[in-house]
């Protein structure tokens, strides 16, 4: 029998570390604008767009685009069930707060591990690709590079959210000047019409063309849905947004509409104007800009992509720190890794959480994650399937009556939702399966040996009291 939770609208007053004024609480103090500019920047389009659209070009060719198209309409569903449950739980708990009420703590642990797994090793990776962008002007070592970014998110996530908020936001501006430059000279010098974006060819050995095949475009879609997949941060900042019930919905899909423009229509651009399809292939966006214009525009370029991962660093880097602080506050540890974890700061920003992300993070810059992509799009696509699998349950009894943005075509979004990403893990390489498969059964056992048998006082997820509007 699923080992369900208290009523989501039930104050829980064992909920963390207590100081004299109650349970440690996240401070307000974002609105919807300094929420999106956040979500945004986790999204970080340029750094997607330079740093994962390039292995697609590979694989996919000139699929790359449909496959991102798809991809971003099947986000489309996994927002709405992200805004559903974002409002009628907002908790910084992210989606493990919001599956474990409605499906149970189990479900809710182990969409909790998947979701930690995605957003603790995608940041140190993406941050070594800063050293490829500053190589214009100084050569570093990936590794050191991407140790140095993960540092100064760290120092950058010990700020109040506000000062962060402004300070992402700038970065993003220069992000999205990188990415429309790139896209205004892509369709300008196009040497090909649209009819090559469904054409599915990619530059073969030895100078052949071959064709991609819809299986393979379905096994893309793993990773396509991690192209935008940044879009679930306004879940996790619902405790520290204004006026969650109204603001969540819309920094989501709001979220999700700006980013697929912005990653997008470069990449259709860049399809259009690659000189020959092994070029495509290839992959080198910097220098194709640089082909298309010049050396000083393909040097601009390359240096907003590095301020784009520098920017990711510091949000993701927020994002992970208020999920162990949640986890922490909900007593997912022994008691003093949870006092540690739920610790506030001067600015109000769990600073030993941030720590406990940003450190492993620069360490992990000097391991090698070859598997990281694979791993990373069937953590992304387990976890959404998990969340539609909660979006599912969402309007069954109390909550049927919570008070929260619906989305519409309930329940059929959800289940086709949920039908579509059980086939796409079906498609995925059977060494990412396993590989995602043993951490997660490492969790299973975690959960079995020590979180169940103390369900009364580890693990109780609960939601703010101040967050019930």
Same mark, same amino acid.
């Given at each position: 029998?699923?080992?369900?939770?208290?009523?989501?609208?039930?104050?829980?007053?064992?909920?963390?570390?207590?100081?004299?004024?109650?349970?440690?609480?996240?401070?307000?103090?974002?609105?919807?604008?300094?929420?999106?500019?956040?979500?945004?920047?986790?999204?970080?389009?340029?750094?997607?767009?330079?740093?994962?659209?390039?292995?697609?070009?590979?694989?996919?060719?000139?699929?790359?685009?449909?496959? =991102?198209?798809?991809?971003?309409?099947?986000?489309?569903?996994?927002?709405?069930?992200?805004?559903?449950?974002?409002?009628?739980?907002?908790?910084?708990?992210?989606?493990?707060?919001?599956?474990?009420?409605?499906?149970?703590?189990?479900?809710?642990?182990?969409?909790?591990?998947?979701?930690?797994?995605?957003?603790?090793?995608?940041?140190?990776?993406?941050?070594?690709?800063?050293?490829?962008?500053? #190589?214009?002007?100084?050569?570093?070592?990936?590794?050191?590079?991407?140790?140095?970014?993960?540092?100064?998110?760290?120092?950058?996530?010990?700020?109040?959210?506000?000062?962060?908020?402004?300070?992402?936001?700038?970065?993003?501006?220069?992000?999205? =000047?990188?990415?429309?430059?790139?896209?205004?000279?892509?369709?300008?010098?196009?040497?090909?019409?649209?009819?090559?974006?469904?054409?599915?060819?990619?530059?073969?050995?030895?100078?052949?063309?071959?064709?991609?095949?819809?299986?393979?475009?379905?096994?893309?879609?793993?990773?396509?849905?991690?192209?935008?997949?940044?879009?679930?941060?306004?879940?996790?900042?619902?405790?520290?947004?204004?006026?969650?019930?109204?603001?969540?919905?819309?920094?989501?899909?709001?979220?999700?509409? =700006?980013?697929?423009?912005?990653?997008?229509?470069?990449?259709?651009?860049?399809?259009?104007? #690659?000189?020959?399809?092994?070029?495509?292939?290839?992959?080198?966006?910097?220098?194709?800009?640089? #082909?298309?214009?010049?050396?000083?525009?393909?040097?601009?370029?390359?240096?907003?992509?590095?301020?784009?991962?520098?920017?990711?660093?510091?949000?993701?880097?927020?994002?992970?720190?208020?999920?162990?602080?949640?986890?922490?506050?909900?007593?997912?540890?022994?008691?003093?890794?949870?006092?540690?974890?739920?610790?506030?700061?001067?600015?109000?920003?769990?600073?030993?959480?941030?720590?406990?992300?940003?450190?492993?993070?620069?360490?992990?810059?000097?391991?090698?994650?070859?598997?990281?992509?694979?791993?990373?799009?069937?953590?992304?696509?387990?976890?959404?399937?998990?969340?539609?699998?909660?979006?599912?349950?969402?309007?069954?009894?109390?909550?049927?009556?919570?008070?929260?943005?619906?989305?519409?075509?309930?329940?059929?979004?959800?289940?086709?939702?949920?039908?579509?990403?059980?086939?796409?893990?079906?498609?995925?390489?059977?060494?990412?399966?396993?590989?995602?498969?043993?951490?997660?059964?490492?969790?299973?056992?975690?959960?079995?040996?020590?979180?169940?048998?103390?369900?009364?006082?580890?693990?109780?997820?609960?939601?703010?009291?101040?967050?019930?509007?």
């Amino acid at each position: 029998m699923t080992d369900t939770l208290r009523p989501a609208e039930t104050p829980v007053l064992d909920a963390g570390p207590l100081t004299s004024d109650g349970p440690q609480k996240l401070k307000r103090s974002i609105g919807i604008v300094g929420g999106t500019l956040l979500t945004l920047s986790c999204v970080t389009p340029a750094s997607t767009l330079f740093v994962v659209v390039p292995d697609l070009f590979g694989s996919l060719g000139t699929a790359t685009a449909l496959t =991102i198209a798809i991809g971003s309409l099947l986000c489309i569903a996994v927002a709405f069930c992200y805004s559903e449950l974002g409002t009628l739980i907002p908790s910084a708990g992210g989606e493990y707060a919001m599956v474990s009420t409605m499906a149970g703590r189990l479900a809710g642990w182990l969409v909790f591990v998947l979701s930690l797994l995605v957003v603790m090793i995608v940041p140190p990776v993406i941050a070594m690709g800063t050293a490829d962008y500053l #190589a214009p002007i100084v050569h570093l070592d990936p590794a050191v590079a991407g140790a140095g970014v993960m540092l100064l998110a760290t120092l950058a996530g010990l700020l109040d959210l506000r000062a962060n908020a402004w300070i992402t936001g700038v970065f993003l501006v220069l992000e999205v =000047i990188a990415a429309a430059v790139v896209a205004v000279l892509g369709f300008a010098h196009s040497e090909r019409g649209a009819g090559s974006l469904v054409s599915m060819q990619v530059a073969g050995s030895g100078g052949h063309t071959d064709t991609v095949t819809g299986m393979l475009v379905v096994s893309g879609l793993a990773i396509a849905l991690f192209v935008t997949q940044g879009f679930s941060t306004a879940v996790y900042l619902s405790e520290e947004l204004e006026n969650p019930r109204r603001n969540v919905a819309r920094t989501v899909l709001a979220t999700l509409a =700006i980013s697929t423009v912005i990653i997008l229509v470069p990449v259709v651009a860049i399809t259009m104007g #690659a000189s020959d399809l092994s070029t495509l292939t290839g992959g080198d966006i910097s220098s194709m800009v640089t #082909a298309w214009s010049n050396s000083a525009v393909g040097t601009f370029v390359s240096l907003c992509v590095a301020l784009a991962i520098i920017n990711a660093g510091i949000v993701m880097v927020i994002q992970n720190s208020r999920v162990l602080f949640a986890s922490a506050r909900d007593k997912a540890w022994p008691e003093p890794v949870n006092h540690g974890l739920a610790k506030l700061g001067r600015f109000g920003s769990p600073w030993v959480a941030t720590l406990a992300v940003g450190v492993p993070g620069a360490l992990l810059c000097f391991v090698n994650l070859d598997t990281l992509y694979g791993v990373t799009g069937v953590s992304v696509t387990g976890m959404y399937l998990l969340v539609a699998v909660a979006a599912l349950l969402a309007r069954r009894g109390s909550h049927a009556h919570t008070p929260a943005w619906r989305m519409p075509l309930w329940p059929a979004m959800p289940v086709l939702l949920i039908v579509v990403l059980a086939y796409i893990l079906s498609q995925q390489e059977t060494g990412y399966l396993l590989w995602t498969g043993g951490i997660t059964a490492v969790a299973t056992l975690y959960w079995a040996f020590y979180l169940r048998p103390r369900r009364d006082t580890r693990w109780l997820v609960s939601i703010p009291e101040d967050t019930q509007e």
